[in-house]
């Protein structure tokens, strides 16, 4: 075996042991191993075939690269190629949808996450990626040390994003093996190298290469190894083997912190995204089923970074479930039945409920816990809510504005939770509030005030806002007056807290669109809203984005009343209650606000903004274009070398003259031309020295021509020595199958590798080169008499004047 087979054996076999790494990064942790080292296999069978070719070295890596990509395409969105072969815009939109998944997937699933189509497409992807790259350091440029590079960024990415980096040394003794073997394989090359050039004896070089090896293992040992001895820099990959810092509860999930960062993240990828997936679908028997908001979760922590779901007690789901937190025993309230179906698209550890949940009913209870405070249900033991079909109670809290605007102080512990707000927290925030809220004495009129605020038309909705939520944030969205959900709840949430009134984010859905009381919940549906606590009433839901969800009809400003209101609960909404989407327009009937054809005076109207998919963008084109020139450059001269030989033989079978006049002296020069310009192709150079009978002599010796094509190739190399040396030449008019004959039988005795050089790449298009090269010595030298005849014209009066001085 050859030294660079060698290396391209071992550059793969670096290349599969880095990928080893990504394992623990998945549930399944070799869901994507076959088809990973499928795309290294040929990464390095793409690299050895076009390193066998005569081409420029910088050529074989883009066009290693255009094959695995190829490849790539094949074996991933094969259904959608033109003809199952050819990528085309089906093709491209398939893998724009998969790139798209699995950048939402990334977003919204911890570590190990499931092995989805969009994230084995990514992984696998840039497995083949780095192994282009380190066949095209270590083989192709032969710089092995510098093919580390790529494979330590593999080994960063799966350690930096790994659930237990302690636990990645294993697979960092995989990758640094198959790093040392491939150092070790060039530095044997180079070793023999240079024990030719210096006359060293074999067995110096091997003691060398031994020496080397010893290093090789002693830096390995000291870097895995030396962390642990030396107790200041910490265990290093030993650090936390075994451990999780998980919630104690079985999910695998991390931190609070993390938990609602991955919320956020999920509620931003989700409404950023071009596509809107369903994500479920929910039958209720609620009369007012367009306002039955799906709540996952409740952040209550506001911690001067961001909004967190705080400290959590999760238990095992009860049989009966408590009473919500601050709602009173007495007040009146409607019990209301749904039944949710989650589709594949929505895998989450939350279970989408609405709020205040009384009872559900799950396929098996005990992979879910069931968290008092926030009143949400979480996974664990790997549970997700994907595909998952479960029945929730709840009840409708019929409160009306009168009495919330009555209702009391809250309680001391509602009050110490709720209302803290981080010292960072600029002062512009509780100076807003104040302002908005100038001349309200209560409660509920300060958070009308505030939700009137945010949806008077002032304010602008647009999801390409970051999606921080902290004090900085806040202010700058006070001062832009332009974000989206996230934006509006943790503001308004963080305003009411500086007034005094207890305020939490919710994160889940919005009611979705049906008819009646089914109804379908896309992507384009997550949403973030405030929840208000009044006493006696418990956590209300507001709506401070504008042309977002429904503003529920308890929180529409109202005059405050003359009398007192009555201090019971009532069931219906008076009748001049007016309509619950707010509109800065009186002529605006409740109807049309419910489908959003109103286009109140000032307000802001969202119009979906259609992405345009990205192999339709500039980028895209030119990329392609930049393709299409590389193809048509590589083929050139494979097109040039088959008309120039359809010129020189004719169109037909033979010459022209075949069945007519002789052939002229230029027709048989010409096939003469041919005849050495494809021999040359297939390996056999033309040597100008000799005759044409002796060149067809060499010829047929060196080809091992039989005798027909021998003889064939004679009467060529005859009847061009008649046109060179004799005064009369008489061709035959067969010529033109002589030379097809001969080049024939070249092409049989060629090796399959002359062959196909022989297509794409001739040796006799050098041709073109020389041809340019001449024409530009000709163009010099024009130039150059040109140059002359002027400055002779202009010196030549000076001459005259000197001469006759």
């Known amino acids: 075996m050859t030294t660079r087979a060698k290396l391209t054996l071992c550059a793969a076999l670096a290349s599969a042991l880095a990928a080893l790494c990504l394992s623990p990064l998945f549930q399944d ?241 989700n409404l950023r995204a071009s596509d809107d997936t369903e994500l479920l679908t929910f039958s209720t028997d609620s009369p007012d089923a367009d306002q039955l908001y799906l709540r996952i979760a409740a952040l209550s922590e506001f911690n001067g970074q961001e909004w967190l779901t705080g400290d959590q007690d999760p238990k095992p789901v009860p049989a009966t479930v408590p009473g919500p937190e601050g709602l009173s025993p007495n007040l009146p309230t409607t019990p209301v039945r749904t039944t949710i179906t989650v589709s594949d698209q929505l895998n989450t550890t939350w279970l989408p409920m609405p709020y205040p949940m009384s009872w559900v009913e799950l396929p098996n209870n005990a992979n879910w816990r069931f968290d008092p405070v926030g009143r949400t249900l979480n996974g664990v033991n790997g549970q997700k809510s994907k595909g998952l079909k479960y029945s929730v109670g709840s009840v409708t809290v019929n409160a009306t504005a009168a009495q919330l605007r009555n209702a009391g102080a809250p309680p001391a512990d509602v009050a110490e939770n709720y209302l803290a707000l981080p010292a960072n927290l600029p002062s512009v925030v509780a100076d807003t509030a104040r302002d908005v809220t100038k001349g309200k004495t209560t409660p509920y009129d300060q958070a009308v005030a505030l939700q009137q605020y945010f949806t008077s038309g002032s304010f602008t909705y647009n999801t390409k806002i970051d999606a921080r939520t902290g004090p900085d944030a806040i202010a700058k969205f006070l001062e832009d007056k332009e974000g989206f959900c996230v934006h509006f709840a943790a503001t308004m949430a963080a305003m009411s807290r500086s007034l005094g009134i207890p305020a939490r984010v919710a994160i889940g859905f919005t009611p979705g669109e049906g008819n009646g009381t089914d109804r379908v919940v896309r992507s384009s549906n997550y949403h973030a809203w405030p929840e208000l606590y009044f006493n006696g009433y418990g956590w209300m839901r507001f709506e401070p984005t504008p042309n977002r969800g429904t503003t529920p009809l308890y929180s529409v400003q109202q005059a405050a009343p003359t009398s007192t209101p009555s201090a019971a609960p009532s069931s219906a909404a008076p009748s001049a209650q007016p309509s619950a989407q707010p509109s800065s327009s009186s002529s605006c009937p409740p109807q049309q606000h419910k489908i959003g054809d109103c286009e109140d005076e000032g307000a802001v109207v969202e119009h979906k903004t ?196």
């Open 610 to 805: 259609v992405e345009t998919p990205w192999w339709q963008t500039w980028p895209a084109v030119v990329t392609v274009l930049a393709v299409l020139l590389l193809l048509a450059v590589l083929a050139f001269p494979m097109l040039w070398r088959t008309g120039l030989r359809r010129r020189r033989l004719g169109a037909g079978r033979h010459l022209p003259g075949a069945d007519g006049p002789p052939l002229t002296d230029e027709q048989v020069l010409a096939a003469w031309a041919e005849l050495v310009d494809s021999a040359w192709d297939l390996g056999i150079p033309p040597d100008e020295a000799r005759t044409p009978r002796n060149a067809v002599l060499r010829l047929a010796e060196d080809a091992r021509l039989d005798a027909d094509s021998a003889a064939a190739a004679g009467r060529v190399a005859l009847a061009t020595e008649r046109v060179m040396y004799a005064r009369d030449s008489d061709a035959p008019p067969h010529l033109g199958g002589d030379v097809r004959t001969a080049r024939e039988a070249l092409r049989v005795r060629a090796t399959r590798t002359r062959r196909l050089r022989a297509l794409l790449l001739p040796a006799s298009a050098v041709r073109l080169w020389w041809r340019a090269q001449d024409r530009a010595a000709a163009r010099r030298e024009r130039t150059a008499e040109r140059v002359a005849a002027v400055r002779a014209a202009v010196a030549k009066p000076f001459r005259r004047r000197k001469k006759d001085g």
């Open 29 to 269: 942790s070799f869901a994507f191993a076959p088809h990973g080292l499928l795309m290294i296999a040929v990464a390095a069978g793409a690299g050895a075939g076009l390193r066998a070719l005569p081409l420029p070295r910088a050529l074989v890596p883009p066009l290693q690269l255009l094959v695995v990509l190829y490849v790539l395409l094949l074996t991933t969105v094969q259904s959608a190629m033109t003809a199952g072969l050819l990528p085309g815009p089906k093709a491209m939109d398939a893998v724009s949808t998969l790139l798209s998944n699995g950048g939402t997937d990334i977003q919204e699933y911890a570590i190990p996450a499931p092995a989805s189509d969009g994230l084995r497409m990514i992984v696998v992807g840039s497995v083949a990626l780095v192994a282009v790259l380190v066949d095209t350091l270590a083989v192709t440029y032969r710089r092995a040390a510098a093919a580390g590079l790529p494979l330590l960024a593999v080994y960063s990415v799966a350690g930096g994003l790994a659930e237990s980096p302690g636990g990645m040394w294993l697979w960092f003794l995989f990758a640094a093996a198959g790093y040392l073997t491939l150092l070790y394989t060039e530095g044997q090359d180079r070793l023999t190298r240079w024990g030719r050039v210096f006359h060293g004896t074999g067995r110096s070089a091997v003691a060398m290469s031994n020496g080397g090896r010893r290093i090789g293992m002693i830096a390995l040992a000291a870097a895995v190894l030396l962390p642990v001895l030396v107790p200041a820099v910490g265990t290093g990959l030993f650090d936390q083997v075994g451990s999780h810092s998980g919630e104690g509860t079985g999910s695998g999930k991390g931190s609070d912190d993390e938990r609602s960062l991955n919320l956020v993240v999920a509620l931003t990828a």
